[in-house]
Structures are given as structure tokens and as C-alpha cells.
């Protein structure tokens, strides 16, 4: 008796420890069983460590940017459109981190918890994208051999027309290129100093905090005293109020502002406008922008106001800015990813509208007139042949010696082209110059493409 209660305890034992462990199996599985299904080891999916099995990348068009056929994995036959959107689509070593090669991996492999690896079909998911290859070749010719970054959105749907990033390199070729970080993607993933581009972010708060705004003066006498110590400006300004410092880029007024408004207010509207937070594109998480001033003297305060200091910027995050003030103060989402499908046709999943309210309706439409007043006045509306350009130049320092960052930031007011954009250009000198030549070439282009 004693035996057998013995041994239906270890029988017990057994299927208690064998259930669990079941248990354990279904909820790793559902879990991590996309990374382990994934995985390079696992054959179904990959041969050598290089995935061969998963659906087709499409961008808006569809033109197919990657796809597999006969157990091969490849991309499109213009090496041009492979180098200008292999961010978006990524490599077969995952070594490009937002690529969706990596990023979108259990999707595109179809992995479905209850079946394994694929879905019902046996093939795995279609991806379309949102880019326009064309656009996103235009943008990487302009950027040439200098290293930077172009997005451009609609900021009417959140579609991404172009996330274009260099130095790149040709997923086809097999090469796997180290230095100069190429991988990286420099729209979500790069931060850079902003220079003048942040005086949008002053101007702001001080639409949001000061009651006096629009008749608020200060004076610039090629820079001005702030703490016993002197912040240069490129002009001679004089007495000067929010509207003209804008369009000169006025160091002087924008750091007094600053000033004016307290390093806790500054700070609260740079956060509103997507500042000291991650953000994320299709779950992607991006690099965060900086705005840190709390234990900054007065001076370096003074030039955190003009993007200078400690200040960075993501270049996606100011996108989203862009958009913001384009949409009237609304700002939606931006997102690469349209639609995936199963090779049967439905629907997995598809891209949803998400708003994020960054400023009064008002206080978008005054920027608009202002970073409208810039193009007109100082940049040359001759350049963006009738697009309505509104935007913001940037001349970032990068130490004594660097040629500094060229930015060119702002969007078309224009119902026919609504797209917000970002272009940096690392060490290209002043932004009214190599980025502003990049965003009217790119720009010009987005009059060809069709959207809802
Ligand atoms: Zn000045």
C-alpha cells in the first residue's frame, strides 16, 4: 500500500513537472515565440544565417523593394532605389536595426503562435510601405557623398514619403561595410546639435507665456550681454521684435527671450513639442532630443534658446514638429508601415491615425506666417516654384574646427503637396545653403505622387 501511494506520488510528480513544463513551453512561446521562431538557427526561415523565406516590401506604389523567389531573398534590380531605402527595408544580417528585415521580422515571416512559423498560407506576410521609391532616389542623389538625413510626410495622413539616410550602402551586394555608420538610420535614430532651428521652439513659448508678445522688442547690437558675458549674433539687429528676429535669426532676441521666459517654461514647451521623451514610428523607438537646462548658468541658458548649449535634436522628432505646425497645431503621427497582408490577401494589419495636439490652433498659424516670411524674405520662394514652402534654416556648430550641420526644417502650406520635412547635411556649412538646395530638389518631386 505504502509502495503504490509511493509510486502515484512520483506518478504525480511526473505529470505535474510534464504539465508544467507544457505550460511553461506555451507561455515562453507565446512570449518570445516570434524571436525564437525568428532566430537564426531555425531553417525553415533562414539558410546560413540569411533569411530566405518572407513576403514581399512594397513601397506606395508597389514597386517591390524586397521579395523571396526560388528560396532566395531579393531586392529590387536599381541598385539606386536599394541604397535610398534600405533603412526602411533593411538587410539580411539584421544589421540595420529599423529596417523591417529586423524590426518587422515576425510579421513578414508570417510567425503565428498557434501554427509556428507561418500563417495558414505557408508564405509569409506582405508588407506595402508608405515611401515613394522615386522621391526617396531623388533625396539620396541629393545628398550625394555627404553624410545626412531626409524625411518627408504628409502631415494630412502621417504617410512617410521619404527616410532617406547616409552614407548607405547596397543591401545586393553582400558587403557588410563597418565605419561611418552606415546602419544607422539618421532620421530616428540620429541626434544632432540644432542650432537656429530651436528658435521655433522659443518662439513658441513665448506665443504660450507672454502676454506682451507682439510687441515685444529687444535690442542687438551684433550680440548683446548677458551675465557679463557676450552672445554674438551675425547681425547688427537693433531694436528688434518676434517677427523679424525670426526671419534674421536674430541670436540676440531669441536668447533674451529665453531669459524672459524662465528655463521651467522653455522647457515644459519644449517638452510638449516631443522633447526629453521617445518617441516611436510604427513601434520603432526613436533617438530622444534634448532640452536640459535646469542647472545651467545664465549664459549658457541664454544660449540654449538659440539651439546652442547642450541642446539635441532628432531629426524625426522635429518632423513631427513640422508636421504639427503644418496641421494646424494637430500633429499625426508619422509611420512607414501601410499595410501587411497575408500572400491570401487579408488584412493583418493596417496603419492607424494618431494625433498629438503640440499648440493652439493660433499659435500654429502665426508660425506658419512667420516661417512662411522666412522662405519669402531670406531663403528665396523662387527655389520651391510655387509650393508654398514656410520653414526654419539651422547652422549647427560641432566644435571649433568642423564645418558645422546644415538643416533646413518646415513643410509646404499647400493642399496639393502637404509634406512636412527635415533635411540635415553633417559638416555642409550654413543651413541656407546645402540643405536648402536638397529640400527644393526633393520637394519639386513630391508634386508626382498620388494620395488618398
Ligand atoms: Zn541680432
Known sequence: MNKILKRSFVLFAIIFAFSAGILLYYFSL??????????????????????????????????????????KRVYNKNADIRKATVHAVGDLN?????????????????????????NVSGEGNNIELTLDSSVSVTAYKALGSRAGTVGVYNYKTGEIICMVSTPTFDPASGDTPSGKGVYVNRLLSGVYAPGSIFKLVTALSAMENLSNVENMQFSCRQGVTIAGEWLSCLGNHG?????????????????????????????????????????????????ESKYVVSKSNDIDFGWSGIGQHNDLVNPFQYLTFMGGIANEGKSITPYVVKKITTSGGSTVKKASKSTNRLMDEEQAKALTEMMRNNVKKNYGDWRFSGLEVCGKTGTAEVGDKSTPHSWFVGFCNNPDTPYAFTVIVENAGAGNGAATAIASTVLKQTRKISFD
Request: proline share 2%; net charge neutral.
Open 30 to 71: 507565446a512570449v518570445n515565440g516570434g524571436d525564437w521562431a525568428t532566430y537564426p538557427a531555425n531553417k525553415h526561415i533562414y539558410s546560413n544565417g540569411i533569411l530566405t523565406k518572407a513576403g514581399q516590401i512594397t513601397d506606395r506604389n508597389g514597386t517591390v523593394l524586397a521579395e523571396t523567389k526560388d528560396e
Open 94 to 118: 539584421g544589421f540595420v536595426a529599423t529596417g523591417m528585415h529586423s524590426a518587422y521580422l515576425k510579421e513578414l515571416c508570417g510567425f503565428d503562435p498557434i501554427n509556428g512559423v507561418y
Open 239 to 287: 531694436k528688434i521684435g518676434l517677427d523679424g528676429a525670426l526671419v534674421h535669426s536674430c541670436n540676440a532676441f531669441f536668447a533674451q527671450t529665453a531669459l524672459e521666459l524662465g528655463r521651467k517654461r522653455l522647457t515644459a514647451t519644449a517638452e510638449k513639442v516631443g522633447f526629453n521623451k521617445t518617441l516611436e514610428m510604427d513601434g520603432i523607438k526613436c533617438a
